[in-house]
């Protein structure tokens, strides 16, 4: 099967895979959220962790990564297909009006990734002095919660609906914006060790001279076999993997032309662990 068709297919077995998540278990992302502020909540209280749900969600979500990869970023995560859709809009506008949006420097996009930690260690130092509830209102995930679960946020949620809009208008300006910057999540999972034969690596002795066709493609924008292994930023979207003209890049799992087999796979495992968990409509 050719390049092309290949790519094809993969987007749109992305994308389906994505609506699937969107509808079937759109609160995923909130509840481990949840989990994580219930970690430090309980911490403060000098209280001991429970079994609740929220931290069976983190769990479940953080131990998937940590055999899989960024999978749940790259698939199942209702706020990062609200990215995707957001991106793809401005991607069409911008081919129908043939004007691109600046990119951000990629020294600055460097220096940015770190805001995540920032935002992960607010949320911490706000749910440890006891005051994150204070801030209800303010928290763009809170009314992310809320429109998730087909609820209206109120009028005492007017911060978090603006903060929301400016980073959906980010989304709109970079692909994964949130993922990259912000998402306190995105945080975690880049810290978290994950099983070596399933990053990605490139084999740079044959690549093609000047060539750097994986990196534009890729949606968080990583130096494949620099970054990408190390780093835990990856989220598993193949795009490298079927933009190489020379096949170079793989991860250890080896499967080629299968890959479409072993997405669809993963899905349905982590849609089974999101059923066994609650997580599912
Ligand atoms: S980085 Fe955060 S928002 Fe992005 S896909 Fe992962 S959990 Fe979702
Ligand atoms: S394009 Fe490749 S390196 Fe970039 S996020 Fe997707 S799988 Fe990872
Ligand atoms: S797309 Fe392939 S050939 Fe080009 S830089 Fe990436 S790995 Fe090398």
Not at 62 to 82: E, N, S, W
Not at 105 to 114: D, F, G, L, Q, V
Not at 162 to 169: F, R
Request: charged letters at 20%; one cysteine or more; aromatic letters at 12%.
């Amino acid at each position: 099967m050719d390049r092309k068709k290949r790519q094809k297919i993969q987007k749109g077995v992305r994308i389906t895979i994505q609506l699937v998540f969107l509808l079937l278990a759109p609160a995923v992302f909130t509840s481990a959220f949840a989990g994580v502020k219930y970690i430090f909540t309980q911490f403060a209280a000098s209280q001991m962790l429970e079994w609740s749900s929220f931290f069976k969600a983190l769990l479940g979500i953080c131990l998937f990564t940590m055999v899989f990869g960024r999978f749940f970023c790259g698939y199942a995560c209702a706020f990062g297909t609200l990215g995707d859709l957001l991106y793809m809009f401005s991607t069409f506008i911008q081919k129908k009006t043939k004007k691109k949006l600046p990119k951000i420097p990629e020294r600055i996009s460097y220096y940015a990734r770190k805001v995540k930690y920032l935002v992960l260690a607010g949320v911490a130092v706000a749910c440890l002095l006891g005051v994150y509830d204070k801030f209800r209102g303010s928290s763009p995930w809170d009314v992310f919660s809320r429109l998730t679960s087909l609820q209206l946020p109120g009028r005492d949620y007017f911060v978090g609906i603006i903060i929301l809009l400016i980073i959906m208008v980010g989304m709109i300006w970079e692909e994964r914006f949130f993922c990259k910057y912000l998402c306190p999540m995105g945080a975690i999972f880049s810290l978290l060790p994950i099983l070596s034969a399933v990053l990605y690596r490139r084999e740079r002795q044959s690549c093609i001279n000047g060539c750097s066709a994986c990196k534009r493609q890729c949606p968080v924008s990583l130096n494949i076999d620099g970054d990408t292994k190390d780093s835990g930023e990856c989220i598993q979207c193949n795009q490298c993997l079927i933009t190489c003209p020379k096949d170079n890049i793989h991860t250890g799992i080896k499967v080629r032309g299968n890959e479409v087999w072993l997405i669809v796979g993963k899905a349905l495992l982590l849609l089974l662990v999101c059923f066994l968990l609650q997580l599912t409509r």
